[in-house]
């Protein structure tokens, strides 16, 4: 990873959040669905106070419709119209980006009038006309990375989106399905992902998700939520994708992966550590490469200048000659 973000990394801005580059490393975080408009707007107050007091670039999530749910009596959201205009309010509030998912192409013109970043999730992250259309946007474009698919996959899913001329893509690594009810991550995702040039996030809480494990539901393993997420940050992830909850237990959705919301500022303060000394060794390599590409230019200039120096001496040499 350090190698493509050296060359060719792409960066641009989520609203006030600079994404990719040498960037800080940035969050994307709230709750998984819109459980009501106060507890939403809840949670996008404190992760702003949280964003702001730790320095976090932060962006907002939340889902105003869970369409992929185990079961069809579990709770998906408020629905399109209503959810969006809880984002647009939890927006105008706390001044932080939107991210949100679409599930169809009818989705995608009304969620970009309001959000900053279209999320296609990873169950349909092949779909065509999807990717297409939220390409079409303008919006910045999370691609979640099926679980189903292999790193270097990711490349053709790409290119369905930058074909319509937007190259504002983020690419997550959410887990990849091993065996039934299980997923694990691989941490070669992150540098094969890398090398196509665009950010790169981790979605942890996800990752620690135990699919349909609940029987009508998912369920988690959160006490590996921070290991993982340190190890995300130091092989050298542009952002963390984190699902917070102030009581999972009560959570109407992924609640069994989320992160208690009083762990996360600790967390942050860890990872910010983590993720500073790595980019300062990935701006010393750079700053490095660039000395070493430099040195023969700069050792033929200085050599070109000793010649030029030594010019007039030589002519004085053979004046003093030809007088003897």
């Given at each position: 990873?350090?190698?493509?973000?050296?060359?060719?990394?792409?960066?641009?801005?989520?609203?006030?959040?600079?994404?990719?580059?040498?960037?800080?490393?940035?969050?994307?975080?709230?709750?998984?669905?819109?459980?009501?408009?106060?507890?939403?707007?809840?949670?996008?107050?404190r992760l702003a106070v949280?964003?702001?007091?730790?320095?976090?670039?932060?962006?907002?999530?939340?889902?105003?419709?869970?369409?992929?749910?185990?079961?069809?009596a579990s709770y998906r959201g408020p629905g399109l119209a209503e959810g969006?205009?809880?984002?647009?309010?939890?927006?105008?509030?706390?001044?932080?980006?939107?991210?949100?998912?679409?599930?169809?192409?009818?989705?995608?013109?009304?969620?970009?009038?309001?959000?900053?970043?279209?999320?296609?999730?990873?169950?349909?992250?092949?779909?065509?006309?999807?990717?297409?259309?939220a390409g079409r946007s303008g919006r910045v474009v999370n691609i979640k990375k099926g679980q189903f698919l292999s790193p270097w996959d990711i490349e053709n899913v790409i290119e369905k989106v930058a074909g319509t001329g937007n190259e504002k893509i983020v690419l997550t690594e959410r887990g990849t399905s091993f065996g039934y009810q299980n997923l694990v991550v691989d941490m070669r995702a992150f540098p094969i992902m890398g090398k196509f040039g665009y950010?790169?996030?981790?979605?942890?809480?996800?990752?620690?998700?135990?699919?349909?494990?609940?029987?009508?539901s998912s369920g988690g393993q959160p006490e590996f939520i921070e290991p993982l997420a340190r190890a995300g940050t130091a092989i050298g992830a542009d952002g963390i994708f984190l699902e917070v909850h102030e009581n999972p237990a009560k959570a109407l959705s992924d609640g069994t992966n989320a992160l208690p919301l009083d762990q996360l500022r600790p967390l942050l303060l860890r990872l910010t550590q983590i993720a500073a000394l790595v980019r300062g060794w990935e701006a010393a390599e750079t700053s490095h490469a660039s000395d070493v590409a430099s040195a023969p230019a700069s050792a033929a200039a200085s050599a070109a200048a000793a010649a030029e120096k030594g010019r007039p001496q030589e002519a004085e040499r053979r004046t003093w000659r030809a007088r003897q």
């Open positions: 990873m350090t190698e493509a973000k050296a060359e060719s990394r792409r960066s641009f801005a989520i609203g006030k959040v600079s994404a990719g580059g040498q960037a800080p490393l940035f969050v994307i975080a709230g709750p998984c669905v819109i459980e009501s408009e106060a507890h939403a707007a809840m949670l996008a107050d949280i964003s702001t007091e730790l320095g976090v670039p932060l962006i907002f999530k939340a889902s105003y419709d869970k369409a992929n749910r185990s079961s069809s969006l205009r809880i984002l647009a309010a939890i927006k105008k509030r706390t001044g932080l980006p939107i991210l949100t998912d679409v599930h169809d192409v009818a989705q995608v013109g009304p969620a970009s009038e309001v959000a900053d970043v279209l999320q296609i999730p990873a169950f349909l992250s092949r779909q065509t006309d999807l990717l297409v259309a950010p790169v996030v981790f979605d942890v809480t996800h990752s620690v998700q135990l699919p349909g494990g609940g029987g009508k």
